[in-house]
């Protein structure tokens, strides 16, 4: 009954009035710009969008069928979605309805929000929402945790959440591509002999080793698996988190890193952005959030372990601080690779390429750069959140 | 037409004439001393062993029905032993035939060889053994690690080796119990004041739970899981590895510190099993067979790491010995906890049980707690193999 098909606007429409619960749904829109999907707007009879149907395609789009792609990630996401939400509903993007045959998620429609990313290449200021996106992971990522899940409940959803091809994408544009002479890799050339250095600094490239076999093998949480200011939705005092068909079982410091590392790609680009008071006076604001974003993680996260641990050895008094740690170090690592990946790799953001001046855009992408570099080999220099924020500074 | 049903002795004679490529199939003998199986020794007409069935019961034989256990355990064991035999045939028991179902293995027979820890407690030596146990945890945790496996490929594996019944009894009598007041624990009572002192031990406390997040959480490789001198065959330079029901990913360190655990809660037996002369130098025997599994092991992983890593990444020159320090330090964690669950906790062994003299028992067990208390305490501080069998003669 529901085999796989592309949908036409047609079907989006009644798919939509079918199970949106929503009446008079009467047109819709192909909005996606992702690289993978089909996203419909469809609205009412007084032409405002109401529901959001995504639809996976069985191929990354933006590069065709030469590239095919599970469908299976449409599960995936709408399932990370939903458990997400059942432990952090105020910053999940609600799901209504999936189909796992036609790789179709109905979902709340979240046109009176912004998108995050674009806010800050414009300068706009939202200052709750770092704290709001540390609030979400740190009550997804602990109570998907061994701090609370039962044994047998997390290994079955080890097992349910195996994403092979999605984590490939990120095993090699994170860890491989940045750091090897590749067609994908996408920096300006007069950053080449920058770029090239990576490749034979030893110590970084045996650190990224690390982060990557650690990606692969630690199971801590079942991640988001691509938080970053794209995948997330803002608005006065509001924040909800979509786009998760990267989810998996990873290191808890994978999404904290990947979600501060967009921040600080913002920060790096911010001069090349705004004229110089306000940029200025963005990078401040920037800094703050990501003194927010972790503080809130790692607050939250400890008092969940110290209030909710149900496993018995880890809820021994002092054993969330140990760990915490452990996610700290990681999170730097990971916030690192997402600082080079952007900026080296294939997927850059916004906030360089909107950036108009081309040396301005050279200076930009070298300090996000040798700050990645940075965070990667001094992880284990930097303590705390003041001691990254310095660093910040010291770099430019 | 295979429904489960518990074999009776001439069933057995029946499946393995069926099964076992072998004629003249007679007899046969239930022997089974475990907790969990029956196992039936299969002879021909002139009397002799030729091929051993293994099934798993629906419960925990040693407890009675009122424990159920997995079936789906006779599945794990039999695709594990495989994929170990594939990569190091000469030290994997061989599985001739295997039904899920029936939770049915039909194996070579090793009659001609013998237990090594029977033989440790006689004081027997075997100077190959431990370097082939080092042999064979090198080859089939390397091979099933990310530097070997294709990422596809060892996701779908961590998915089918998901274990959780025989994990949570590792979780438990490994991580659980011997540092709770708890009914199953079974340290002489003398030693109520040692044992106290452990569940109140902060540090080591953390230690414990750090060792048991990494046993949930760090899946490196498909472990044999139950690596000890009761499942491990020995002969004039032979050995076997059997038992491989609580196999599953996890980290290296759990494997290769079961191995050295079992040899070190030997060496402190020893003085209880042996007249003083020959314990002395059995111990010193045993320390060797310490030092030569690690060497072993660990030069034979960096080298199948040097020359046949995959992955592109963990490949780089020099990480294999990064993430051999990062083995290590889990290894002296994981014997040590080794050492204290088959002390203090349930699960028993040979080696102290076998000591008759009572108040030898107690010092010898009495060792074995303090020296695995160190080991956990201190693992940061025991840099290689020589500073670990230094510790242990300080230990007593």
Chains 1, 2 share one sequence.
Not at 214 to 229: I, P, Q, T, Y
Not at 304 to 313: P, V
Not at 362 to 373: D, M
Request: proline residues 4%; glycine residues 6%; negative net charge.
């Amino acid at each position: 009954m529901s085999q796989y098909r592309t949908f036409t606007a047609a079907d989006a429409v009644e798919y939509a009035r079918q199970f949106g619960g929503v009446a008079d749904l009467v047109d819709s829109l192909e909005v996606g710009d992702g690289n993978l999907n089909l996203v419909f707007k469809i609205f009412d009879t007084k032409g405002i969008s109401r529901i959001i149907i995504k639809q996976a395609l069985p191929y990354v789009r933006c590069v065709g069928e030469s590239w095919p792609l599970t469908l299976d990630r449409a599960r995936i996401e709408a399932e990370v979605l939903n458990i997400h939400g059942q432990f952090c509903p105020e910053h999940t993007v609600k799901i209504l309805h999936y189909d796992p045959q036609l790789a179709v998620m109905v979902m709340e429609d979240l046109s009176s929000l912004a998108i995050w990313r674009g806010e800050q290449v414009k300068g706009v200021d939202y200052p709750q929402a770092a704290a709001q996106l540390g609030e979400y992971l740190a009550k997804t990522l602990f109570h998907t945790s061994d701090f609370f899940q039962h044994p047998h409940q997390k290994k079955a959803d080890v097992a349910r959440f195996t994403n092979p091809e999605l984590c490939d994408i990120t095993e090699e544009l994170f860890f491989n591509e940045p750091y090897e002479v590749h067609e994908r890799n996408g920096y300006p050339r007069a950053l080449e002999p920058l770029v090239a250095s990576l490749r034979t600094d030893d110590a970084l490239r045996l650190n990224v080793a690390a982060l990557k076999h650690r990606f692969l093998s630690n199971a801590e949480a079942l991640l988001h698996g691509d938080v970053h200011s794209g995948s997330i939705f803002v608005g006065d005092n509001t924040l909800k988190v979509i786009d998760a068909e990267f989810g998996y079982y990873g290191p808890i410091g994978f999404d904290v890193g990947s979600a501060l590392g967009n921040l600080l790609l913002n920060y790096c680009a911010l001069p090349g952005l705004l004229v110089p008071r306000e940029a200025a006076d963005a990078r401040e604001k920037r800094l703050n959030d990501v003194r927010r974003l972790w503080r809130r993680f790692s607050e939250r996260f400890l008092a969940l372990a110290a209030e909710n641990s149900r496993d018995r050895a880890l809820a021994y008094p002092g054993y969330g601080d140990a760990f915490m740690r452990k996610i700290w170090q990681d999170t730097l690592g990971f916030c690192g690779t997402e600082l080079i990946r952007r900026t080296v790799g294939m997927s850059q953001v916004a906030d360089i390429k909107e950036i108009d001046d081309e040396t301005m855009k050279i200076e930009c992408v070298r300090q996000a750069i040798t700050l990645g570099r940075t965070l990667i080999l001094a992880a284990h220099q930097i303590d705390d959140i003041d001691a990254l924020i310095a660093r910040v500074r010291q770099n430019g």
